[in-house]
């Protein structure tokens, strides 16, 4: 089969065996399909990365300038090879490298060191994902787990260039954001069409399984898993799932809960400044003890499911240089009471309505779409059908008001402390639960015991039993 980049109009999928296609929605308004085998996409990609890192780590680094936003650089790349490029057998395309010095600025900014770089993206053969949402979007990851590889349309990357310069005032003054981390934005070209790709960090690592994945907008408009998706190992969630699920919430350390609510507040007034709106909290759940159970029955069976196996290829001092969770609400501080596994794989420590330890792994997706015409239509639309202030499309000031609200009194729950004072003044009772952590001592009443997790639940009249949600 000829594996040259082929651009067909239709749909069409090559039997096992053979090359597979993989379909990008390039232009909603023309209709236009284009197609291009898996194998040739992932070459050019692989090949026009190692050039364009390779030739600016020639340069001299200096500062960034405004113009710097707006430079693309093109190099054409024959099947032949050039005096510029290798020889190779993907086909002739070209590969358009958009705000070099800014995203290499990014790099840095994030730890990331040119030859790590390369070394994710470009070392292994990159991984195909299914795609988790609706967008028609291609996902790949890499072989370590650290960036994904995202395919987006024409005006997704038109707004991203224009989104630059306030991104980069931002991450100045703020480098703990769960805003995506943008590390680079190309073009594959080929027949005078474009696939426009962009690498993030990758939120959910393979390496932990998730037991829960909620796609949560803070809105209840149809915000419910189709039974497709609940077909799948691990399905997203959404919002009314959530409520449903989870109705006490993600219980989290007072420290943690409040660095995570200033964090969201901070990263949504700059949405809100870019007129930015639609986005999601993607919250994947990784809970320690059902994987501790996971493993132990695992060893009984003789098998080996269920069990986390890090990734020693690279030193822990280094695998603290990329964002993680914990990192991105609390920057170098680690918070208190997290595990040694828990700071290895840079999840949120929290429990959930049972008590059970849980690592949370979260970052806010989807920001490339702006208030447009098309969405005020679409919002005027469906609040014609259902209650305005219900659905996903908003105004981006009322949409980043209702996110902040949902996540900080919903989803995110501050673990109440002891404290007998208030229990006195207030006449409230407290419904203890008690998580032994392999120590026997005992404390004063109205007092922590050192080697146990209490977490309360404080109520007025009321004498109901706690209930446990569903997961």
């Known amino acids: ?26 232009d909603p308004t023309s209709k236009t399909y284009f197609f291009t085998p898996s194998s040739a996409l ?3 990609i692989q090949l026009g990365i190692t050039h364009t890192v390779g030739s600016l780590s020639q340069k001299a680094e200096r500062d960034v300038l405004m113009q710097d936003f707006y430079v693309v650089e093109s190099i054409f790349f024959p099947s032949e090879g050039s005096n510029l490029t290798p020889a190779h057998h993907h086909g002739d395309f070209r590969f358009k490298t958009y705000a070099p010095i800014a995203f290499r600025y990014f790099r840095e900014l994030f730890g990331i060191r040119p030859d790590d770089y390369l070394y994710s993206l470009c070392n292994d053969p990159l991984i195909e994902l299914s795609n988790p949402g609706a967008s028609g979007s291609i996902f790949y990851v890499t072989s370590d787990d650290e960036f994904i590889i995202k395919t987006v349309q024409h005006k997704e990357a038109e707004f991203l260039q224009k989104l630059l310069p306030g991104y980069f005032m931002n991450l100045n003054q703020n480098k703990r954001t769960l805003l995506p981390k943008f590390y680079g934005l190309y073009c594959v070209q080929a027949g005078g069409k474009n696939i426009r790709i962009v690498v993030m960090n990758n939120l959910l690592p393979r390496s932990v399984p998730m037991h829960l994945k909620y796609d949560l907008k803070g809105s209840t408009c149809k915000r419910r898993a189709s039974p497709k998706e609940r077909e799948k190992s691990v399905p997203t969630y959404k919002d009314l799932d959530f409520i449903q699920d989870m109705p006490e919430g993600i219980q989290l350390e007072p420290d943690n809960y409040n660095a995570l609510c200033k964090t969201i507040q901070r990263d949504c007034l700059l949405l809100q400044s870019f007129k930015i709106m639609d986005y999601s909290l993607l919250v994947g759940i990784h809970n320690t003890d059902q994987a501790s159970r996971e493993r132990s029955g ?6 080996s499911e269920g069990a986390v196996t890090p990734d020693h290829r690279r030193p822990q001092a280094q695998k603290a240089l990329y964002s993680t ?13 997290t595990l040694e596994t828990e700071d290895q794989w840079g999840g949120i420590p929290a429990r959930n309505s049972k008590g059970e330890r849980i690592l949370i792994y979260i970052g806010i997706i989807d920001i490339l779409q702006s208030y447009r015409f098309i969405k005020k239509i679409e919002h005027s639309w469906k609040a014609l059908v259902h209650d305005g202030d219900t659905v996903s499309v908003h105004h981006p000031g009322f949409y980043a008001e209702r996110f902040q609200r949902f996540m900080c009194s919903t989803v995110f729950k501050k673990t109440l402390k002891s404290s007998p004072s208030k229990k006195s003044r207030s006449g409230c009772s407290s419904v203890v639960r008690r998580h032994p952590m392999g120590s026997s001592a005992s404390a004063p009443s109205g007092q922590t015991v050192a080697d146990a997790r209490l977490m309360y639940r404080t109520h007025l009249s009321q004498t109901d039993s706690e209930g446990e949600s569903g997961e």
């Open 325 to 337: 969770a914990m990192e991105s609400i609390q920057g170098e501080a680690k918070g208190k009471g």
């Open 298 to 303: 695992a060893v009984e069976g003789g098998g």
């Open 42 to 44: 992932k070459g050019a």
């Open 1 to 26: 089969m000829d594996s040259k980049i082929r651009l067909v109009s239709g749909c069409r999928r090559e039997t096992a065996g053979i090359v597979k296609f993989i379909s990008y929605f390039s």
